[in-house]
């Protein structure tokens, strides 16, 4: 058992002393791929076996929120508990983007290396500065080969004579280029047979245009997930091998949405809303669906908690999940609290979003600028034929809504789950938006956001 370092207990680990339990963690993060795009989630035409089986064995949360759209500083609301206008990493941390984590921020890996674990993190970082994640294996293995990933897991675990937390962070289905189809599997995956499909069989979602160039692509998008699924039961199975599986919470998620316009990058629920699988060994009751709005601030408090690690939960921006894991629908998680700054150094447009069961407000901070698209999806293949079309619109939406977006957006998910009609200049709906309004305010307040010092949701310009 260990002390914790004088620097952890100044900021964020209580007085006294933290002690490492007997318990792991291992932390499973598909990149890009929205919630309903996994089996378990209702997708019937995708395979994912290992990860439905997972959900089997524990909770699938329904309603679980990526903070921002964003892989980088969306890993940083994963390894900080705190929202992006707090922990400092605006947009990417690498070339040019040149973003990352504040120097006053201490993360996970930080606190559980303090309380005595063993850490590491294999496959695809995107963590800057690397003083700040101090990891004990960090192996360079190409985060598309599932098959060595998994093996440098087995190594892991069985080499660990500490309680560990792992960190597997698979870079599929993260499109592989920016041209032709932008996914699939292009090369042969050693040890891995990939799943083809066709087409002409994908039901296309409706933020999307029906074309045969998006249906290829998604083919492809669907065909990384299935890669990367193998990945998860590997490590799953390396996990069993070294007599672990009753000893560690395992959590799956996907850093955000999918990279396709209309996801990434913006606070719609193709972009945010995301899968979010917890096994919990010491809970007996199986394939629970929790219907709580569960956000990626709730990861750090959820492990910290798993592992007795103390800390000060009031300077973090979400709250252990452990106590609710068994129950279906508990009362007190009915918003989830998301905020954006910016994908790349080419697209800032900073948003505030409170979501709420039936309600959805979108604060634009920068309504009078024009959205930017994430440059790695303004580059690909759907967005330029749709612009190159003609098309006035992108899926649901116009291309003028897309684009130029007001101050305020208000939805209701229940009559417009393709969050298409505006409802925050409607008069009928002034109480609602007024109620959800002062409660993002209330919660932006409390937290220090920063841009609350030059501008706020009912105020037009600066």
């Known amino acids: 058992m260990r002390l914790i370092p004088q620097f952890l207990l100044t900021l964020t680990i209580l007085s006294g002393l933290a002690f490492a339990g007997e318990k792991n963690v291992l932390l499973l993060i598909s990149d890009n791929q929205t919630w309903t795009d996994v089996g378990c989630y209702g997708n019937?035409?995708?395979?994912?076996?290992?990860?439905?089986?997972?959900?089997?064995e524990g909770v699938r949360f329904r309603q679980a929120f990526a903070t921002t759209a964003s892989c980088g500083p969306s890993r940083a609301v994963i390894y900080s508990g705190l929202l992006t206008h707090s922990n400092g990493q605006y947009a990417h941390p690498h070339r040019e983007h040149n973003q990352e984590i504040r120097p006053d921020v201490t993360t996970v890996?930080?606190?559980?290396?303090?309380?005595g674990y063993r850490t590491g993190l294999i496959g695809k970082d995107h963590i800057r500065p690397l003083e700040k994640y101090?990891?004990?294996?960090k192996p360079r293995i190409k985060s598309r080969d599932v098959v060595a990933m998994a093996k440098s897991a087995d190594e892991f675990m069985a080499d660990s004579e500490d309680p560990f937390f792992l960190v597997m962070s698979f870079s599929d289905p993260h499109p592989v280029s920016i041209e032709g189809p932008a996914w699939g599997i292009p090369e042969?995956?050693?040890?891995?047979t990939p799943v083809q499909y066709d087409p002409s069989?994908?039901?296309?979602p409706s933020f999307l245009p029906d074309t045969p160039n998006v249906r290829e692509g998604i083919a492809g998008y669907y065909q990384q997930i299935s890669r990367m699924d193998f990945g998860v039961g590997?490590?799953?199975?390396a996990l069993e091998k070294n007599v672990h599986a009753e000893d560690t919470l395992v959590i799956f998620i996907s850093d955000h949405g999918t990279s396709e316009p209309g996801a990434m990058g913006t606070h719609y629920e193709p972009g945010v809303r995301v899968p979010f699988v917890v096994r919990n060994p010491e809970i007996k009751e199986k394939g629970l669906v929790n219907e709580a709005l569960v956000a990626f601030t709730d990861i750090t408090p959820t492990i910290l908690d798993w592992t007795k690690t103390k800390f000060d939960g009031d300077k973090l921006h979400g709250r252990s999940i452990l106590p609710?894991?068994?129950s279906p629908d508990p009362e007190g998680w009915d918003h989830a609290l998301l905020s954006h700054v910016g994908h790349d150094v080419f697209a800032h447009y900073p948003m505030r979003t409170l979501r709420g069961r039936k309600y959805k407000l979108i604060w634009n901070i920068i309504y009078g600028a024009e959205y930017p698209l994430p440059i790695d999806t303004v580059q690909r293949r759907t967005w330029l034929e749709n612009r190159e079309s003609g098309a006035t619109t992108i899926g649901e939406r116009t291309i003028e809504q897309f684009l130029h977006?007001?101050?305020?957006?208000l939805y209701d998910l229940e009559a417009d789950p393709g969050e298409s009609v505006n409802l925050s200049t409607n008069a009928e709906y002034a109480e609602i938006k007024g109620k959800m309004v002062a409660e993002l305010v209330k919660r932006l307040e409390k937290q220090q956001d920063s841009w609350l010092r030059k501008y706020h949701p009912e105020r037009a310009g600066q």
């Open 324 to 326: 609710i894991l068994a």
């Open 109 to 115: 890996f930080e606190m559980l290396k303090g309380n």
């Open 405 to 409: 977006r007001p101050q305020l957006e």
């Open 134 to 137: 101090p990891i004990d294996h």
């Open 201 to 204: 069989k994908i039901a296309v």
């Open 234 to 237: 590997e490590t799953l199975r």
């Open 44 to 56: 019937e035409i995708v395979k994912t076996p290992n990860i439905d089986g997972l959900a089997k």
């Open 188 to 192: 042969p995956s050693k040890g891995y």
